[in-house]
């Protein structure tokens, strides 16, 4: 909105002139971001940056989440953690180090993790005796606990949780996709039977995929790993896989069967009902700040993060206009005030343009805008702007505590549709290779074909096309009667997909 039409001509050119500045760097601040069209990775690279979401620390691979970053993990760990309470879960807290032997028990899970585990020889100016892991995930210190403390039945289940950061040696990194230290939750279970223990692994799955759709607005498929992608000493991997907006797969969220194998492994037995010496059967399952990246790439577009309401810093933003005016800035803020008791809100006071203003808010992509200025005071209204299609409502001031509930549900409801829509359009079924390899030469995405459940052509359609499996879904689905590789039999149908 102009500031121009004041009595003072010479006053009236300066306040343009500025007018002018502000509005060229707020059309710079935008071109700033690579099309997505352009450099999917350079428009993610651009986003995470400019929406200060984090930065890049003087270590390799390890980000600075800053206070906006953090923010929307908090409400993402606040959603979870009250999910995984009304389950019966309780939060614990593990040391950082795990002793050399310790991690040497369960001989699939160190092997898993040995190239990227880091390791800790000297303490102070000493030599240690022993070498210490940088936790990469706690499964072992969990399993030496659970040793400790757990003697009968009667002390089963353990649903235990812990928020932690862990260590990975990334070879390659992208700022939450992929980072040496990234931070998670991490649940580790502990139950008398078998069924209780699968029952939990997929209860826990069915958690993540709720938080993921019914919060974020991320469609995702649950499925189970095959065995080459299942984690490193489980019995069975599931998943939740979620599409970006270029077409790639991101796990999202992943839920292990142990069996009783690293019980075996630790010695971890129990007094069973019948006065025998009987092995538990454990669980892990987690989400990580990697779900920020999946956000990103879900919603995003080329002005910036767009956030679900659900997880939003800010969910409204009230932008005085012509705020040097009379009233306006005691009404936006009698406004701020009041919508805070229903939602998170923040006001732009500043003294920058409004349309300044309006790109950065669309660039850390809050879900509304609320726009007062004198005209809308006069008329008892105000204007609200959604980020994810720029939609204007003009709503009477006695409506706000109906309809901006309203618009954030709209905004929710918005966003997975077009998420979901990005994803039909994106899978394929195929019953050849030839026909899986031509049309991910159209258009990256999801093709579903049959499967003879061999590791051989597992290996051979990563080699040949370029994809991994990403799950066996619960929803199954008969494509065809043999292998979409060899024309063996089929065992199974499969998502595959080049994913992040």
Same mark, same amino acid.
């Given at each position: 909105?102009?500031?121009?039409?004041?009595?003072?001509?010479?006053?009236?050119?300066?306040?343009?002139?500025?007018?002018?500045?502000?509005?060229?760097?707020?059309?710079?601040?935008? !071109?700033?971001?690579? /099309?997505?069209?352009?450099?999917?990775?350079?428009?993610?690279?651009?986003?995470v940056k400019k929406a200060?979401?984090?930065?890049?620390?003087?270590?390799?691979? %390890?980000?600075?989440?800053?206070?906006?970053?953090?923010?929307?993990?908090?409400?993402?760990?606040?959603? =979870?953690?009250?999910?995984?309470?009304e389950l019966g879960h309780?939060?614990?807290?593990?040391?950082?180090?795990?002793?050399?032997? =310790?991690? +040497?028990?369960?001989?699939?899970?160190?092997?898993?993790?040995?190239?990227?585990?880091?390791?800790?020889?000297?303490?102070?100016?000493?030599?240690?005796?022993?070498?210490?892991?940088?936790?990469?995930?706690?499964?072992?210190?969990? %399993?030496?606990?659970?040793?400790?403390? &757990?003697?009968?039945?009667?002390?089963?289940?353990?649903?235990?949780?812990?928020?932690?950061?862990?260590?990975?040696?990334?070879?390659?990194?992208?700022?939450?996709?992929?980072?040496?230290?990234?931070?998670?939750?991490?649940?580790?279970?502990?139950?008398?039977?078998?069924?209780?223990?699968?029952?939990?692994?997929?209860?826990?799955?069915?958690?993540?995929?709720?938080?993921?759709?019914?919060?974020l607005a991320i469609p &995702?498929?649950?499925?189970?790993?095959?065995?080459?992608?299942?984690?490193?000493?489980?019995?069975?991997?599931?998943?939740?896989?979620?599409?970006?907006?270029?077409?790639?797969?991101?796990?999202?969220?992943?839920?292990?069967?142990?069996?009783?194998?690293?019980?075996?492994?630790?010695?971890?037995?129990?007094?069973?009902?019948?006065?025998?010496?009987?092995?538990?059967?454990?669980?892990?399952?987690?989400?990580?700040?990697?779900?920020?990246?999946?956000?990103?790439?879900?919603?995003?577009?080329?002005?910036? =993060?767009?956030?679900?309401?659900?997880?939003?810093?800010?969910?409204?933003?009230?932008?005085?206009?012509?705020?040097?005016?009379?009233? &306006?800035?005691?009404?936006?803020?009698?406004?701020?005030?009041?919508?805070?008791?229903? %939602?998170?809100?923040?006001?732009?006071?500043?003294?920058?343009?409004?349309?300044?203003?309006?790109?950065?808010?669309?660039?850390?992509?809050?879900?509304?805008?609320?726009?007062?200025?004198?005209?809308?005071?006069?008329?008892?209204?105000?204007?609200?702007?959604?980020?994810?299609?720029?939609?204007?409502?003009?709503?009477?001031?006695?409506?706000?505590?109906?309809?901006?509930? !309203?618009?954030?549900?709209?905004?929710?409801?918005?966003?997975?549709?077009?998420? =979901?829509?990005?994803?039909?359009?994106?899978?394929?079924?195929?019953? /050849?290779?030839?026909?899986?390899?031509?049309?991910?030469?159209?258009?990256?995405?999801?093709?579903?074909?049959?499967?003879?459940?061999?590791? !051989?052509?597992?290996?051979?359609?990563?080699?040949?096309?370029? &994809?991994?499996?990403?799950?066996?879904?619960?929803? +199954?689905?008969?494509?065809?009667?043999?292998?979409? %590789?060899?024309?063996?039999?089929?065992?199974?149908?499969?998502?595959?997909?080049?994913?992040?």
């Amino acid at each position: 909105m102009s500031l121009t039409g004041f009595g003072d001509k010479a006053l009236t050119q300066r306040v343009r002139k500025a007018e002018i500045k502000i509005m060229s760097e707020q059309k710079k601040m935008v !071109e700033a971001i690579t /099309s997505m069209d352009e450099d999917f990775a350079k428009w993610y690279t651009d986003v995470v940056k400019k929406a200060e979401l984090c930065d890049y620390s003087s270590v390799r691979g %390890c980000m600075i989440v800053r206070p906006y970053g953090t923010a929307v993990w908090e409400n993402i760990r606040d959603i =979870l953690d009250k999910k995984f309470k009304e389950l019966g879960h309780e939060n614990v807290m593990m040391p950082l180090f795990i002793p050399e032997s =310790l991690l +040497q028990k369960e001989k699939d899970h160190v092997e898993g993790f040995a190239p990227e585990v880091a390791w800790v020889t000297y303490g102070g100016s000493e030599q240690l005796t022993e070498r210490l892991c940088v936790r990469p995930t706690s499964e072992t210190l969990f %399993c030496e606990h659970f040793r400790d403390v &757990v003697n009968s039945y009667r002390d089963l289940p353990k649903l235990y949780n812990q928020w932690c950061s862990v260590v990975r040696w990334e070879k390659t990194t992208r700022p939450f996709l992929r980072t040496t230290e990234f931070w998670w939750q991490e649940g580790h279970t502990l139950h008398e039977t078998a069924e209780e223990a699968k029952a939990e692994t997929e209860q826990m799955l069915n958690v993540y995929a709720d938080v993921a759709e019914n919060y974020l607005a991320i469609p &995702v498929i649950k499925g189970r790993k095959t065995d080459k992608e299942r984690f490193a000493g489980a019995e069975a991997t599931y998943t939740i896989e979620a599409m970006m907006h270029d077409g790639k797969a991101l796990q999202s969220g992943t839920s292990h069967f142990f069996g009783d194998g690293f019980a075996r492994a630790f010695d971890i037995t129990f007094q069973g009902r019948n006065n025998t010496q009987e092995y538990p059967f454990q669980t892990s399952w987690g989400m990580s700040t990697r779900i920020i990246g999946a956000i990103i790439m879900t919603h995003g577009d080329d002005n910036g =993060l767009v956030l679900p309401p659900a997880i939003a810093p800010i969910q409204v933003v009230v932008i005085p206009v012509a705020q040097h005016k009379a009233g &306006v800035l005691d009404k936006a803020n009698e406004i701020k005030e009041r919508i805070s008791k229903f %939602c998170r809100t923040s006001i732009d006071d500043s003294d920058n343009m409004p349309g300044w203003k309006y790109a950065q808010y669309e660039m850390k992509g809050v879900p509304l805008r609320l726009e007062i200025g004198p005209k809308d005071i006069e008329k008892n209204q105000c204007v609200l702007v959604r980020r994810d299609n720029r939609e204007k409502v003009f709503v009477s001031l006695d409506e706000l505590e109906t309809k901006i509930p !309203e618009l954030l549900k709209a905004v929710h409801d918005g966003l997975y549709a077009r998420a =979901l829509k990005n994803r039909e359009e994106r899978t394929f079924t195929v019953t /050849s290779m030839e026909e899986m390899s031509k049309k991910l030469e159209e258009k990256t995405g999801f093709v579903k074909t049959m499967w003879c459940g061999e590791l !051989e052509c597992e290996e051979k359609l990563k080699e040949v096309v370029g &994809v991994t499996s990403r799950c066996m879904p619960f929803e +199954q689905e008969h494509i065809s009667d043999t292998c979409v %590789c060899c024309g063996k039999p089929a065992k199974a149908m499969v998502y595959w997909g080049k994913a992040y």
